[in-house]
T-cell receptor, first 111, second 118 residues
Framework: GQNIDQPTEMTATEGAIVQINCTYQ??????LFWYQQHAGEAPTFLSY????GLEEKGRFSSFLSRSKGYSYLLLKELQMKDSASYLC????????????FGPGTRLSVLP | DARVTQTPRHKVTEMGQEVTMRCQPI?????VFWYRQTMMQGLELLAY????????DSGMPKDRFSAEMPDATLATLKIQPSEPRDSAVYFC????????????????FGEGSRLTVL
């Protein structure tokens, strides 16, 4: 089966750094994605990791360890607009690369 | 500006009525997904298509839900009869997924169809 886990909620202060973790167990692996979803809106793509290591994109970075089934999303210099849900998704090999989403982490950025 | 288009954006209906949601994927994308999102369940996969062929609909209640892709520009999700527990936001997403090596592209989501069944 497939199982993806994330913390339900996190709170951080404007200007700080926050790390959102994701652990997964899937029958296959073809990449891990992070999405951002503001309340009432559609998820939007943030980052993609298929090899171990860190991918950096401006204030956002994502890390992957395939052997540990673990990823994190790092957000630096937090801004109020970063308050949103962050969804971890795994593309596996079943039926030709399914996309399974984790429950999401709701991040609140406080002034 | 390519985007996934979903209709209707909002739908309020009564229990027992048929509901049809439509999705126009991004041109050139070969994979279309239907997800349902509620506060309790998060994003739940209902069905998906590759090159218009259904690959997996095991997440869908078969007795009342059906998903089709009559052509490359249209995917539909139908609920008949609808029930109050079907109230949720239904998202369609499309992507270009390579099944023989290479990078798997990200999914692009439509704005969603918010369904309320009374």
């Amino acid at each position: 089966g497939q199982n993806i886990d994330q913390p339900t909620e996190m709170t951080a202060t404007e200007g700080a750094i926050v790390q959102i973790n994701c652990t997964y167990q899937t029958s296959g692996f073809n990449g891990l994605f992070w999405y951002q979803q503001h309340a009432g809106e559609a998820p939007t793509f943030l980052s993609y990791n298929v090899l171990d290591g860190l991918e950096e994109k401006g204030r956002f970075s994502s890390f992957l360890s395939r052997s540990k089934g673990y990823s994190y999303l790092l957000l630096k210099e937090l801004q109020m607009k970063d308050s949103a849900s962050y969804l971890c998704a795994v593309s596996d090999d079943n039926y030709g690369q399914n996309f399974v989403f984790g429950p999401g982490t709701r991040l609140s950025v406080l002034p | 500006d390519a985007r996934v288009t979903q209709t209707p954006r909002h739908k309020v209906t009564e229990m027992g009525q048929e509901v049809t949601m439509r999705c126009q994927p991004i041109l050139g994308h070969n994979t279309v997904f239907w997800y349902r999102q509620t506060m309790m369940q998060g994003l739940e996969l209902l069905a998906y298509f590759r090159n218009r062929a259904p690959l997996d609909d095991s997440g869908m209640p078969k007795d009342r839900f059906s998903a089709e892709m009559p052509d490359a520009t249209l995917a539909t999700l139908k609920i008949q009869p609808s029930e109050p527990r079907d109230s949720a936001v239904y998202f369609c997403a499309s992507g270009l997924v390579l099944t023989s090596g290479g990078k798997t592209g990200e999914l692009f989501f439509g704005e969603g169809s918010r369904l309320t069944v009374l």
